[in-house]
């Protein structure tokens, strides 16, 4: 689906850092622990290649990966510390919106939801900052194997009503599991087509 290679590029810690805007870019957000870096793993093919060491001292960079040669996949550090120190927080804020504000090239935010919690205040607050920025985000509810069957709906029911205020909001849920292979392959085909 992505001709060429799938790596990681850098990360990112000023605008001034971001590579040359060149290619359709999505971007990836979510509490802590979502399963964010499993997901673009799993998304990648390449185990290992988003790591899942999150302590709030070293993530704070916007890391880019290219997807083949025709898109950036772009991992933008995890949210709700519980003890995040403030002026981390601050200068992280500060860079995302920035970030969300100014890049021509960013098509779709991704916003990752635990499937069991469903979207909490601080996933809210990203979706408001998406909705100033009027950048598109798009729902992926993560860790769907940990749902039962008999509950999905009461989720999707939540989400949706969550995401109705929001003008930013893409309707369409992508319903995953990393563990399972779920949804991969229609998220990786959704990434595709913006262009
Ligand atoms: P991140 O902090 O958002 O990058 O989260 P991680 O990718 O590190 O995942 C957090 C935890 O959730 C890890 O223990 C993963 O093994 C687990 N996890 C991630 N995705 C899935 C999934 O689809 N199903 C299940 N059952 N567990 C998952």
Redesign the pocket.
């Known amino acids: 689906l992505f001709a060429g290679q799938t790596d990681f590029l850098k990360g990112v810690v000023a605008m001034s850092g971001l590579p040359p805007a060149d290619r359709t870019e999505v971007c990836f957000a979510?509490r802590?622990?979502?399963?964010?870096?499993?997901?673009i793993n799993a998304l990648t093919g390449r185990k290992g290649l988003a790591r899942?060491s999150?302590t709030p001292g070293r993530t704070q960079e916007i890391n880019y990966f290219t997807l083949g040669d025709s898109h950036y996949l772009v991992d933008l550090p995890?949210y709700g510390y519980a003890n995040a120190p403030l002026p981390i927080v601050e200068k992280w804020q500060k860079l995302l919106k920035s970030y969300l504000a100014g890049r021509q090239t960013l098509r779709r935010a991704f916003v990752l939801v635990d499937a069991r919690h469903g979207i909490k205040p601080v996933d809210d607050e990203i979706m408001t900052l998406l909705d100033s920025a009027a950048v598109t985000f798009q729902c992926v509810l993560?860790?769907i194997?940990?749902v039962k069957s008999t509950q999905i709906d009461n989720v999707l029911d939540q989400v949706r009503s969550k995401l109705s205020p929001h003008p930013a909001a893409f309707p369409e849920l992508i319903l995953?599991?990393?563990?399972k292979g779920d949804g991969i392959a229609t998220l990786r085909a959704t990434i595709a087509t913006l262009k």
Not at 176 to 179: A, I, P, R
């Open positions: 979510g802590s622990n979502v399963g964010k870096s499993t997901l899942a999150n995890g993560t860790k194997d940990k995953t599991s990393s563990e």
